[in-house]
């Protein structure tokens, strides 16, 4: 911390210290910057809420958004049994993640197995 002489209130030699502001956590800095960065695209919209859209579903951790093309949501599932159920999702998942978005950027879902 600096120091300097203070001539404030009356006593000459007394010694004031610049107290500075309590370190904050650095989750809230990149958390801000994550925000600021976060590019204004339907798939970053998408990605941007899909684990809370698929958090309870069976897919949660078997399928990722990869585009969206003209209304068409493209997911990329890790087996064939994923992609058939969320194929049978879809219209749910498709629903949710407008809801989740605040607009319709989505009118389809496409899945497939990569």
């Given at each position: 911390m600096s120091e300097h002489r203070s001539t404030r209130?009356?006593?000459?030699?007394?010694?004031?210290?610049?107290?500075r502001r309590?370190?904050?956590p650095l989750a809230v800095a990149v958390d801000s910057l994550a925000?600021?960065?976060?590019?204004?695209?339907?798939?970053?919209?998408?990605?941007?809420?899909?684990?809370?859209?698929?958090?309870a579903l069976p897919i949660a951790h078997e399928a990722s958004p990869t585009s969206v093309r003209d209304g068409v949501l493209n997911v990329t599932c890790s087996s064939s049994v994923y992609t058939e159920e969320l194929?049978?999702?879809?219209?749910d998942v498709v629903s949710?993640?407008?809801?989740?978005?605040?607009?319709?950027?989505v009118r389809s879902l496409r899945a497939r197995t990569g």
């Open positions: 209130r009356g006593n000459p030699g007394a010694v004031r210290v610049a107290h309590s370190p904050q925000g600021a960065l976060i590019p204004a695209t339907p798939l970053a919209l998408v990605q941007q809420v899909w684990p809370s859209v698929v958090a194929a049978l999702l879809a219209t949710a993640v407008n809801g989740a978005v605040g607009e319709p950027i």
